[in-house]
Nanobody, 119 residues
Framework: QVQLVESGGGLVQAGGSLRLSCAASGRTFSSYAMGWFRQAPGKEREFVATIMWNGGSTRYADSVKGRFTISRDNAKKMAYLQMNSLKPEDTAVYYC????????????WGQGTQVTVSS
């Protein structure tokens, strides 16, 4: 079983930055792919970014490419999402999620952290 806990959300002005953190439990964190998703009010949850188990490959939604950076520290069992040049449309609850080794999908999810960007 894996538990994920996000932190680092908050209120920021447009153009500002935030760094989200995701703390993971479990002995095999280094074998998981990790992802960040978000859900704005009245909208479906959407993909933001993902990073492979060794950090060697990343992928981003077009809407955040060039502004957000996903990273991980396997020794600390942490994943991060650095968000720069934030826009009001980035306002959402942000979730981290994990793909266990051998799985084809995100089996574990955190509880989410609110990010609000004011104009």
């Amino acid at each position: 079983q894996v538990q994920l806990v996000e932190s680092g959300g908050g209120l920021v002005q447009a153009g500002g930055s935030l760094r989200l953190s995701c703390a993971a439990s479990g002995r095999t964190f280094s074998s998981y792919a990790m992802g960040w998703f978000r859900q704005a009010p009245g909208k479906e949850r959407e993909f933001v970014a993902t990073i492979m188990w060794n950090g060697g490959s990343t992928r981003y939604a077009d809407s955040v490419k060039g502004r957000f950076t996903i990273s991980r520290d396997n020794a600390k069992k942490m994943a991060y999402l650095q968000m720069n040049s934030l826009k009001p449309e980035d306002t959402a609850v942000y979730y981290c999620a994990a793909v266990p080794y051998g799985s084809s999908g995100y089996d574990y999810w955190g509880q989410g952290t609110q990010v609000t960007v004011s104009s």
